[in-house]
């Protein structure tokens, strides 16, 4: 059976556009009619009315002969309905994870596994069924699971930052942390959890001391990154994080990026044991401002023009502008992702190490 392709989409904030570019990209990649596609999300995402602000939010449209890996709850509120294929066990608030394939296509509400390990049994049900590409619904809040995607689509715009500098040095930093290199280990090897506390930076600092490589399998949060930034005994020494997911959840990611950047030219070498492949980046110019006299949101835009130009000037990422532009490049590239997988396949007979 071919290994199915699992594509996350990551909110940097709430209505920045992900549930948009969801939507675009399954309907771009829906002409195929051979390509047996899922959704699912990292925990729940489908309110219609932001719980915020209380403005309307998108929904999910799903088409018959499509996938889904959703809570028990979503199936009875959804107009769209599902055969349920199996029941994976893995319990949520809103019930068990079902595995359903689509029989009347309409509106979905989306709540999946929030857990690592629990994505990863869902992924593994799916391909069961015969799934080649799964996408899950996801945010910067909850990325940690998204390590077991093949690639991400990072979805920013006005919401995030109205500022478009602020939002540009943002979206750059976290950009950077994603792009962290892959790193083998060198020398003594050290191993770590993460580093919450004074007394465990203590522990990191003796056990540096006496080895070439220090492995985290946790978190570093900024406090400490920030304090190994003056620690000139680390020079020399190699950092190794499991990914950059890891980094990009310990602080503010420009706080994060400039620490990073310091600890480079300390020769501290930062890495990780795997990568993220980064598809592309959406924009949306929306966000909702609050109208102080009357104590409510409106919907409001930042210009379109000088957010797309912003943002793609920030990085070699590919820029989207969904609305304007429709998904069809954006798909493109997830199907080059799939065809890299099968012709991998059929040159060595199995998954390259992404998988």
Known sequence: MMRQVAIGIAGTAKNTGKTTTLSSLM???????????ALTSIGYDGESFDNVTGLPKPRITVR?????????????????QLEVLEDTGIHTPMGNILIGRVVRSGKLIIS??????????????????????????GALGRILPFVETDGIIVATGASRFTDLNLLSADTRAILHILGRPVLNELGKVADLGSLLTDRAYSEFLLKANDA???????????????????????????????????????GMPQETDE???????????VGVGRSLRILGMTINPYYPRYRVNRQ?????????????DALSQCSDVPCFDILRQ??????????????????HLRTTGSCPSIC
């Open 112 to 137: 999946g596994p929030n857990k690592r390990k629990d994505l990863r049994a869902v992924l593994d049900c799916l391909e069961t069924h015969g799934v080649r590409l799964t996408i899950i619904d």
């Open 326 to 343: 429709g998904a069809s490049a954006l798909a493109g590239s997830v199907l080059s992702l799939l065809e890299d997988r099968a012709e």
């Open 27 to 37: 309907d771009a990649l829906n002409t195929d009619s051979s390509l047996r596609i």
């Open 296 to 308: 409510d949101y409106e919907p409001a835009y930042v210009d379109r023009d000088a957010l797309f």
């Open 212 to 250: 070439r490589t220090v492995r985290f399998s946790g978190i570093v949060i900024q406090k400490y990154f920030a304090a190994m930034a003056n620690e000139p005994g680390l020079a020399g020494k190699r950092l190794l994080f499991t990914d950059p997911l890891k980094l990009l959840i310990s």
């Open 259 to 269: 620490t990073l950047s310091v600890l480079d030219q300390m020769s501290v070498e």
């Open 64 to 80: 018959e002969g499509m996938y889904a890996a959703v809570a028990e709850r979503c199936m009875m509120f959804s107009r769209a």
